[in-house]
């Protein structure tokens, strides 16, 4: 088997999702498209030579509708020979990008692939893509008669279990902007973010990280999920998920470049990184949000890792009570789960966050020395992606 190798690694500063974020007056074929000739441009060789491009996004409707991914190629510029596709494992979407990607290339299947991911949310709601329509059906109406439920209420189920308080996940929260504020300010997004033109000038930052962000105000927040119909169903929950501890709807878009590692040093270029070993499992789906930890157990369980050997963790921060429940399971140290910030600050453009968390930890495993990085997402379904990368 090849070895498949991360050369580099990109995204766009993240703009709120909603009207008047800094990037919505921005089509994400445009989006995605700036990040990947961002790509293309800082590294030196022949974009007919890449074999294909492999993309996430998770609202495939309207404006992001007709695989987005090939439309963004060929406005990136890209040879019309390279072709891609779109893919998604709702919020994983990107990282499974990864995931095919660099299989691909181990297998033999691709020398040179682009693996990338885009969401618009204030473009493209989250919602849009069922028109109305019945996701359930017949027999899967059977199986879970009592219903599913949205990830808010799911959030609040995983609190419960792993007997977290309001304290705990609005604690996670603040450390989450006070840690990404600080990375921002000492410049260590710098080397990651591309810019993106917008109709009132080049984005280069992210939106979503909001300095300013106490205890006191978090913690006047009200519950998101809270409902009469929820209580009846799941009496004596503490309710304790709001805005302030949950991911905001965000723009985005991301892109890696990998290789197999020949075919790097061929062309002359330095590869930051190499893969180890991948996962993807699945839990119980009106829980939803856990299957993170039976995708890490597999990764450990091949590897034959300890937790405490992998030197960083990135595992998306959907809702604060996501991550804090991973860390009790695996009683991982707190300062390495997230160290710059996640997605409660970055923001979760559910299509691209997956090769947006990897870029953050690629980065953060140069900038300190370390390893080993271990990056897991939890999606809707009960499902989760898990992947462990080595510093080269």
């Given at each position: 088997?090849?070895?498949?190798?991360?050369?580099?690694?990109?995204?766009?500063?993240?703009?709120?999702?909603?009207?008047?974020?800094?990037?919505?007056?921005?089509?994400?074929?445009?989006?995605?498209?700036?990040?990947?000739?961002?790509?293309?441009?800082?590294?030196?060789?022949?974009?007919?030579?890449?074999?294909?491009?492999?993309?996430?996004?998770?609202?495939?409707?309207?404006?992001?509708?007709?695989?987005?991914?090939?439309?963004?190629a060929l406005a990136a510029g890209l040879p019309e020979s390279v072709p891609a596709t779109?893919?998604?494992?709702?919020?994983?979407?990107?990282?499974?990008?990864?995931?095919?990607?660099?299989?691909?290339?181990?297998?033999?299947?691709?020398?040179?692939?682009?693996?990338?991911?885009?969401?618009?949310?204030?473009?493209?709601?989250?919602?849009?893509?069922?028109?109305?329509?019945?996701l359930v059906g017949t027999a899967l109406g059977a199986r879970y008669p009592e219903g599913?439920?949205?990830?808010?209420?799911?959030?609040?189920?995983?609190?419960?279990?792993?007997?977290?308080?309001?304290?705990?996940?609005?604690?996670?929260?603040?450390?989450?902007?006070?840690?990404?504020?600080?990375?921002?300010?000492?410049?260590?997004?710098?080397?990651?973010?591309?810019?993106?033109?917008?109709?009132?000038?080049?984005?280069?930052?992210?939106?979503?990280?909001?300095?300013?962000?106490?205890?006191?105000?978090?913690?006047?927040?009200?519950?998101?999920?809270?409902?009469?119909?929820?209580?009846?169903?799941?009496?004596?929950?503490?309710?304790?998920?709001?805005?302030?501890?949950?991911?905001?709807?965000?723009?985005?878009?991301?892109?890696?470049?990998?290789?197999?590692?020949?075919?790097?040093?061929?062309?002359?270029?330095?590869?930051?990184?190499?893969?180890?070993?991948?996962?993807?499992?699945?839990?119980?789906?009106?829980?939803?949000?856990?299957?993170?930890?039976?995708?890490?157990?597999?990764?450990?369980?091949?590897?034959?890792?300890?937790?405490?050997?992998?030197?960083?963790?990135?595992?998306?921060?959907?809702?604060?009570?996501?991550?804090?429940?991973?860390?009790?399971?695996?009683?991982?140290?707190?300062?390495?789960?997230?160290?710059?910030?996640?997605?409660?600050?970055?923001?979760?453009?559910?299509?691209?966050?997956?090769?947006?968390?990897?870029?953050?930890?690629?980065?953060?495993?140069?900038?300190?020395?370390?390893?080993?990085?271990?990056?897991?997402m939890c999606e809707h379904g009960g499902m989760a992606n898990a992947l462990l990368v080595?510093?080269?």
């Open positions: 088997m090849r070895t498949a190798v991360i050369v580099d690694l990109v995204r766009s500063g993240s703009g709120r999702g909603k009207a008047g974020g800094a990037l919505s007056g921005v089509h994400p074929i445009d989006l995605l498209a700036d990040v990947l000739r961002g790509l293309m441009a800082r590294n030196d060789f022949d974009p007919a030579l890449v074999d294909d491009v492999v993309g996430g996004c998770v609202s495939q409707a309207s404006e992001q509708a007709g695989n987005i991914t090939r439309s963004a779109t893919v998604t494992r709702a919020c994983g979407s990107s990282q499974q990008a990864v995931h095919f990607a660099a299989q691909g290339v181990q297998a033999g299947a691709y020398d040179i692939v682009i693996a990338c991911g885009v969401e618009s949310m204030s473009r493209v709601p989250m919602g849009t893509a069922p028109i109305g329509a019945d599913w439920i949205g990830q808010g209420l799911a959030a609040e189920l995983v609190a419960q279990h792993w007997k977290l308080t309001r304290d705990d996940v609005d604690a996670y929260a603040y450390d989450s902007h006070r840690r990404a504020a600080a990375a921002a300010a000492t410049g260590h997004f710098d080397r990651e973010i591309v810019p993106v033109s917008t109709p009132n000038g080049p984005h280069v930052t992210d939106e979503t990280v909001r300095p300013s962000t106490t205890l006191e105000s978090l913690g006047g927040l009200r519950p998101s999920f809270r409902s009469d119909a929820a209580d009846a169903r799941f009496p004596g929950l503490d309710w304790m998920i709001t805005p302030g501890n949950s991911s905001p709807l965000t723009d985005a878009a991301s892109a890696a470049l990998i290789m197999s590692e020949d075919k790097a040093v061929e062309l002359g270029l330095a590869p930051r990184a190499r893969f180890v070993d991948f996962a993807v499992a699945g839990d119980d789906p009106l829980m939803m949000l856990t299957a993170p930890i039976p995708a890490t157990h597999k990764i450990l369980d091949r590897t034959g890792l300890r937790i405490d050997e992998i030197d960083a963790y990135e595992v998306n921060e959907a809702f604060a009570s996501v991550p804090l429940a991973w860390s009790r399971e695996f009683a991982a140290d707190p300062g390495r789960v997230n160290p710059d910030g996640g997605a409660i600050a970055l923001g979760h453009a559910i299509g691209a966050s997956g090769v947006r968390l990897l870029t953050t930890l690629v980065s953060r495993l140069e900038r300190t020395g370390g390893r080993y990085g271990l990056q897991t080595e510093r080269m």
